[in-house]
Nanobody
Framework: QLQLVESGGGLVQAGGSLRLSCVAS????????SGWFRQALGKEREWVAT????????YYTDSVKGRFTISRDSAENTVYLQMNSLEPEDTAVYYC?????????????????WGQGTQVTVSS
């Protein structure tokens, strides 16, 4: 069983930066495709970014392209989400997820393992 724990959320002003971390335990994280999702209050969970097992390929939703970067450190069993130029619209609970499947990168149903989430709040 893979366990995921996120950290790094907090309160930041618009234009600022945060780096989220997702540490995995229980299994080798690099065997899984990993993604970040977010859910704002009263809204559906939204896919943000995904990184392939080897870390070669990355994918982003349009609203964060050029501002967010997903990466992984296999030695540390960790996936990161560097978030720059944050906007109030980025305010949400951010979740780390992992998938052993080869399906859609943006479909939350393709991800079997989830962290507990970390709150990101961007003030205007």
């Amino acid at each position: 069983q893979l366990q995921l724990v996120e950290s790094g959320g907090g309160l930041v002003q618009a234009g600022g930066s945060l780096r989220l971390s997702c540490v995995a335990s229980g299994r080798t994280f690099s065997y899984y495709r990993s993604g970040w999702f977010r859910q704002a209050l009263g809204k559906e969970r939204e896919w943000v970014a995904t990184i392939s097992r080897g870390g070669i390929s990355t994918y982003y939703t349009d609203s964060v392209k050029g501002r967010f970067t997903i990466s992984r450190d296999s030695a540390e069993n960790t996936v990161y989400l560097q978030m720059n130029s944050l906007e109030p619209e980025d305010t949400a609970v951010y979740y780390c997820a992992a998938s052993s499947k080869a399906g859609s990168t943006s479909n939350s149903r393709e991800y079997e393992y989830w962290g507990q989430g970390t709150q990101v709040t961007v003030s205007s």
